[in-house]
Every structure is written in C-alpha cells, then in structure tokens.
C-alpha cells in the first residue's frame, strides 16, 4: 500500500495520530509479520514473527504497538505464553476460542455449558505464577457474521441498532471481520460504517473508543483460558486444520474437490524450512555475533529504518571481507523467504493450484535458490516425493512438484 497508494497509506497512520489524540491511545493494531498460522509455527519462529511485527509497527507508526492481531486469530497456550513476554497488552480472538472462564478468584465455568460474555475484557494468565497476563477480547459472533454475511454492513442505522441493543447499560460491544467488507464485499458498506461511527453513534450516547483506551477505564477483572492442543482460530471449525490437512473446510472450487494436498504441502515446507534453519545455525555463527537475534533484528533492514551495509557492520565481526558479507545478507534472506513460504493464504483455498499457493511456492522456489546460492543445496528426494503428493484438483496442473519446477527449474531440489 505504501508504494501502490501512498495517500490512503499516508491517511491510516494519520488516523492513528488522530484517535491517539482523541483517546491516549491510537487504534491500530500491530500484526505478526508474515500472516502466519502461528500455533503451527515453531516458538522461535512465533517470536521471531511477533518481532518483526512490533518492528514494522512502530517504523510506520512512530510508536510502540499496545495490542497484536493474530492471523486468522490462530492461537494456542504457546502463542499466547509468547505474546506475554513479549509486552503486547492485548489481542482479540472468536469467541469459540474460550474454553473457561471465571471472576478473579471464582469458579471455573466451562464454555460448553454456558457461552462466554462477549462484553468485558479478560485476563489470560501466563503459566509461571509471575502473574503476567494479556488481556483478550472475545468479538461478538453474531454481530460479526451479520456484518460479514449478512446485510448489517449496508446501513449505520442497522449497524447502531445492533450495536445499541448490546450495549444495554455501559457494555463494550465490538466486532471483528475483514476489512474488504466494507466496500468489496458490500458495496458502500465503508460509508455506513463512516456514518456509523462519526454521526449516528453520537446521535444515540454510543461512546466510540478502542480496545487500549477502554481497557484503560475498563480493566479486565475476568480470567480466561483457551482451549488445550494445537490450536484454534476464527475460520476452522477444526482449530487449526484449515492449514495442515484436509479437515473440510475451503473456499471456491467445484463440489467434490479435495484438499488433501495441504498435508503434503506443508510437510515440504517444513523439510526446506528444518534445511534452512541448520545452514543458518551452520554459516551464521561464524559469521554473526548472534545469528537469531541477528534474525530478530533483520527487520531493520527489511522496513528501511537500517541500512544493509551499516547494520552488517553492526551484526558481523569486523574481519568480514565483502564476499563474507554477501553471504550475511544472502543467510538474512533465506530466512525471510523461508518463513514467508508459511503464509496462511497458500492454505486457505481449494487447489495446491490457486494464485495463493504458487505464491507460497515461489517464496519456496527463492529459498531453494538461496540455499544454492550458499552451498549448502536441499537434498532432493524426500522433498520431491512430498511435493509430489501435494497433488491439484486440476489435473493440468500436475502437482505442486510441476509448480515449483515451472517457476524456476534452476531451483528444483538435487537428488
């Protein structure tokens, strides 16, 4: 957006300056940097991810994020963990995320038997009794579905109705739904959503505020807790398998089609990506003072705060000669493009063929070239024979085996 419309890129971080004026607290949320399904990535890439974002964050904004929007609201005790010791305040999550929650000191109740109160904060502690937290938000899922799905996005009249009616007597009421549907999915919808929130809702005493500024007055006095395993999220009815295995849930695509291509797909990238990350522990700690906080810091490089050549000088010992340096830069790089392979949309739709999964591919591609580039080439068989089974729906599509090789045959792995 900064380099395609730099007027509406220019407005977002104004807005941020307007409502952190008008609040104490700007509204923007931070986001892990690649759009990763986080629970399915390693801890250290989670942190890595969580870095990168705070890092582009606070480069575009001039300031440090208070909360973090997960991708695809994807989390698990390990994310969360994570979250907390890395300062972020809050996030916000479904609310089928919750498993149980209690008043401070209280009974446990279970979400099964009752559904949790989607208009107060909660305080989701961290496990080593320090009594570090982060607070979640449970966004209310019949406002969401309505203004996602339905027509409640069309009006601010029908958008304050709802929201009036949950307010009651004080309550947060808040939704969460992607941001093309105001305007791409629901034609004006952006303009209900302007009159909304800048004319009815002071027509009708409706406080409009953000999550940090109402936690501010509003402290969260509730504890929560997520539900135990691998993960949930706000798009999978199975926690996470929308971005692991052929759970049946998808999007587009003729009825009959499978996706069991995403097992074999991700169990690639995962063999390139355990490849990468030994020839980066290898190379990397001969020639960084510290090869992953060297990574952490990479991002820098990668929002323009650094340049390349300083901050090798920073990172690297002082005896480097360029070719030396070169090879920084290209251990820097093939991380980047490794994580990037993980990127959730490559998962999310119905074909190993879809424009977002060639994208994954070609991040892979990139990484398999640099993995040659450094010497230290991917063997190839297993990982053939595991693309080879990420098979399309399309038969003329091959497998993704035949998408990565038409991308960049110089890049196909070695036997």
């Known amino acids: 957006m900064q380099k395609a419309d730099p007027e509406i890129y220019s407005r977002i971080l104004d807005a941020d300056k307007t ?31 969580v870095r990168w974002g705070l890092g582009d964050f ?11 929007w997960l991708p695809e609201t ?17 996030t916000v999550l479904s609310p089928y995320q919750a498993a149980r929650w209690r008043p401070a000191g209280g009974e446990w109740v279970e979400a099964d038997h009752e559904a949790i109160d989607v208009r107060r904060p909660y305080r989701y502690l961290h496990p080593d009794g320090t009594g570090r937290y982060i607070t979640l938000f449970f966004y209310d899922g019949e406002v969401a ?7 409640l996005a069309a009006s601010a009249e029908g958008l304050l109705n709802a929201f009036g009616e949950r307010a009651g007597d004080g309550h947060l009421v808040h939704a969460a739904t992607d941001g093309e549907t105001f305007g791409h999915h629901h034609r004006g919808g952006e303009i209900g959503l302007a009159l909304g929130l800048f004319v009815e809702a002071d027509k009708r ?22 539900w135990a ?8 009815a199975h926690g996470v398998g929308r971005w692991s295995r052929d759970c049946g849930c998808s999007t587009g695509g003729p009825e009959g089609w499978s996706q069991a291509w995403r097992e074999p797909l991700r169990a690639a990238f995962r063999l390139i990506k355990v490849h990468a990350d030994e020839v980066f ?29 300083d901050w090798l000088m920073r990172e690297t010992p002082g005896a480097l000669d360029k070719s030396d340096l070169d090879r920084v830069a290209s251990l820097l790089e093939l991380q980047r493009n490794a994580m990037s392979m993980f990127t959730s949309c490559a998962w ?68």
Request: charged share 20%; aromatic share 6%.
């Open 229 to 236: 395993g691998a993960g949930t999220s706000w798009s999978c």
């Open 145 to 151: 579905q309505s203004i996602a799905f339905g027509n």
């Open 19 to 49: 409502s952190g004026a008008r609040l104490g607290h700007g509204n923007a949320l931070a986001q892990a940097y690649h759009h990763t399904i986080l629970p399915l990535d390693s801890a250290w890439d989670v942190r890595t991810q």
């Open 281 to 309: 522990t290898q190379l990397g700690r001969t020639l960084l003072h510290d090869p992953w906080g060297a990574r952490d810091r990479y991002v820098d490089v990668m929002t323009g705060a650094a340049g390349l050549e």
């Open 205 to 226: 005493g409706l406080e409009v505020t953000n999550y940090a500024a109402y936690l501010e007055g509003h402290p969260a006095e509730h504890e929560v807790r997520v």
């Open 74 to 90: 994807a989390a698990s005790d390990e994310t969360l963990r994570i979250l907390i010791e890395e300062d972020i305040a809050l």
């Open 58 to 68: 606070e480069h575009r904004f001039g300031r440090r994020a208070e909360g973090m």
């Open 348 to 415: 999310f739709f119905s074909d190993v063929g879809g424009t977002e999964t060639v994208q994954n591919l070609r991040y892979a591609a990139r990484t398999l070239e640099l993995l040659e580039t450094l010497g230290r080439p991917m063997p190839g068989d297993l990982l053939t024979s595991s693309l080879a089974q990420a098979k399309s729906n399309d038969h003329s599509n091959g497998s993704a085996a035949d998408i990565l090789r038409s991308l960049s045959p110089s890049s196909s792995p070695s036997g």
